[in-house]
């Protein structure tokens, strides 16, 4: 008697089962998996990531950042760069008072004082619905924002610093600073893409920027320094615009602060620190 391999049942047959019918010359038993070892985690694996940090400054960045510095100390030496350079300045400083302009209801237009040098800010009367809106858009944005704890509350002091600027003359005075403050932030910006080349399509923009942002500082910073030391070039500064004090620090000092010129040219000239320091610190806080 022969036993089928496969069901088990004796059979006298000697090359098939009787009762399955299988083959015993072609059976073969089914393969039975075996499990296989679960490889124990490398240390590697185990170690708890690295937390991410800010990206480097590259050395094109350093490079237009430094780079700049240099270039914009010779373009002050040369009245065509100056000249060039200089009317960038002008209108950035205008696109300041204008945004402000707008921003508390005044509709407002950056252009090139042709009457008496520089740039003007033909600005309009005062529309109370865009201030309205304003306000109303910053208080919508905080809301929507309410899940994102730092920006809702950024946005929040926005708002409650600008409800009494708004109701105030204060409002007026923000205008007259952000000319200058209008370079300052924009020096940032240009500073901030030539360290990192954020928002450059070509790599030609970095040095480009460099040169900007770093003019806007030297210039500021000389023309801060002459108002301090010459009282040729106060006297100058204070009778522009066809005299009577209309220049914004001359307004700053004597309508609003009640201070000497001095202290607010002062003030300006350590603010000027800023746009390479806050281009560095932007750059370190980033994350890509």
């Not at 694996?45 to 270039?71: I, M, N, Y």
């Not at 600005?123 to 109303?136: F, M």
């Not at 360290?195 to 040095?207: D, I, N, T, V, W």
Request: proline fraction near 6%; charged fraction near 15%.
């Amino acid at each position: 008697m022969t036993e089928c391999p496969k069901c088990g049942f004796e059979t006298g047959f000697e090359s098939e089962c009787a009762r399955c019918g299988v083959v015993f010359s072609r059976w073969r038993a089914p393969a039975v998996a075996t499990p296989e070892a679960t490889p124990e985690p490398s240390l590697e694996a185990v170690a708890e990531p690295e937390p991410a940090r800010g990206p480097h400054v590259d050395s094109l960045g350093w490079a237009c950042f430094g780079g700049g510095l240099v270039a914009a100390f010779l373009a002050l030496q040369f009245w065509p760069t100056q000249a060039a350079l200089g009317a960038m300045t002008t209108l950035v400083h205008e696109m300041g008072h204008a945004a402000f302009g707008w921003l508390f209801g005044y509709p407002s237009i950056p252009a090139f004082d042709f009457s008496y040098g520089g740039g003007v800010t033909l600005q309009q009367d005062r529309i109370a619905l865009l201030g309205v809106g304003v306000a109303a858009a910053l208080a919508y944005a905080a809301y929507a924002m309410r899940e994102r704890a730092p920006l809702r509350n950024a946005l929040l002091a926005a708002l409650a610093l600008y409800v009494p600027l708004a109701l105030t003359r204060g409002h007026e005075a923000a205008i007259l600073a952000m000319g200058h403050g209008g370079e300052l932030c924009f020096a940032t910006l240009a500073l901030h893409r030539a360290l990192s080349g954020r928002g450059c399509k070509l790599e030609a923009e970095r040095p480009l920027y460099g040169l900007i942002g770093w003019f806007i500082v030297l210039s500021d910073v000389r023309f801060a320094w002459q108002l301090r030391t010459s009282a040729i070039h106060r006297e100058l500064y204070e009778e522009a615009k066809g005299g009577g004090h209309w220049m914004d620090f001359s307004r700053l000092a004597n309508e609003f602060f009640h201070v000497p010129l001095d202290t607010i040219v002062a003030v300006f000239l350590a603010l000027l620190v800023v746009p390479p320091l806050a281009a560095l610190a932007l750059q370190r806080l980033r994350r890509d």
